[in-house]
Nanobody
Framework: QVQLVASGGGLVQAGGSLRLSCAAS????????MAWYRQAPGKQHELVASITAGGETNYADSVKGRFTISRDNAKNTMSMQMNSLDPEDTDRYYCTLRVYYGSDYSGVYANFWGQGTQVTVSS
């Protein structure tokens, strides 16, 4: 069983910064990707940023240059520094983990979601 606990959300003025953190616990294989998704009420989840265990990152175009994702594999933690925040960034942010369980020949991917943390940016 894998658990993800996100923290760091809050209320900030436009132009300000926040840092989100996520701690994962449980059986986590070495082949995995951690990511932040966000979702506004009535909308689909949107991938914000992801990072593989090897450190490869991917960002949504809307946050490139403003958000930076990082992780500590030894501690199974992930963080995202969010700068130059805009009211359009207001959403609930979810920490996710995609893990591969298996061998070089066969296996399965499992997806885990945390409880989310609210980010509100005022204009």
């Amino acid at each position: 069983q894998v658990q993800l606990v996100a923290s760091g959300g809050g209320l900030v003025q436009a132009g300000g910064s926040l840092r989100l953190s996520c701690a994962a616990s449980g059986t986590i294989g070495s082949i995995n990707t951690m990511a932040w998704y966000r979702q506004a009420p009535g909308k689909q989840h949107e991938l914000v940023a992801s990072i593989t265990a090897g450190g490869e990152t991917n960002y949504a175009d809307s946050v490139k240059g403003r958000f930076t994702i990082s992780r500590d594999n030894a501690k199974n933690t992930m963080s995202m520094q969010m700068n130059s925040l805009d009211p359009e960034d207001t959403d609930r942010y979810y920490c996710t983990l995609r893990v591969y369980y298996g061998s070089d020949y066969s296996g399965v991917y499992a997806n885990f979601w945390g409880q989310g943390t609210q980010v509100t940016v005022s204009s």
